[in-house]
């Protein structure tokens, strides 16, 4: 694994994404992106305390691109594990790929496709203790715990917990790994609104399913969304 450690850069992912002789869990850290991305074209804002960093996964032939849309979930509860294993605490799942505490975003994912990789851009709120804008709906570790962390841990950890979940979503233990990502599933039970295209509907979230669409119950009957499709928000606060 090689390591490219910057003070501040754009963005890790976009550093990852325009490498030419990317390699298999390449990992870029930064410890200020000036030009981080959210999902949706959403910006990232990326100030010092936080952990910012992307990693490069090769893309396995044998695995379709079905299969690849689980990603997102399997690195989400790589995420949660990693982060628990440094400071156990209550952290939930928000489908698609969001880390949540006290109802607010502890870690955001980005998962991209370039050529024969995924490239896995993870920001996690750690020391930044300041969420400026975001303090409704931002929550860091030090704010809840006050205590300082060592960013790299939390990294190294996560990417540990990364190679874990990845290397049994390979041999086929889907299943168990979305069970445990149920037991976590912050939206279940909630009250949602789902956007999109074609209007908002209203429902209440339930299972994550085993193809990883999100079960929403609109008027007594359950429909399965894809995240491609939709975007989600809560009736007063939007959470995502
Ligand atoms: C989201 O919640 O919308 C996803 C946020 C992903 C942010 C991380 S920070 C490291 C990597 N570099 C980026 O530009 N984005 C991801």
Partial sequence: ???????????????LKDKEDIENFDLAIAEIQTKGRGRRGNNWVSSKGMALFSFALKAEKDISIEEY????????????RGIKRI????????????????????SGILVEKVNDFFIIGIGI????????VAEEIA???TSKTKKNYIIEDI???????FKKYYRRFCVG???????EINSRNYLKGKKINIVSTNGTVTGIADEIAQDGRLEVEISG???LFDIGEIHISRLKNEIE
């Fill in 1 to 15: 694994m090689r390591i490219f450690r910057f003070k501040s850069i754009d963005s890790t992912s976009d550093y």
């Fill in 87 to 106: 400071e156990e605490m209550d952290l939930k799942f928000k489908w698609t790929n969001d880390i949540y505490l006290d109802d607010k975003k502890l």
């Fill in 69 to 80: 849309s689980k990603l997102p979930l399997v690195t989400g509860i790589s995420v949660l």
């Fill in 221 to 223: 009957t359950k429909k």
């Fill in 125 to 132: 709120n750690v020391n930044n203790k300041e969420m400026g």
């Fill in 173 to 179: 233990e889907w299943k168990y790994i979305l069970d």
């Fill in 139 to 141: 929550v860091s570790l």
């Fill in 155 to 161: 990294i190294f950890t996560v990417i540990d917990e």
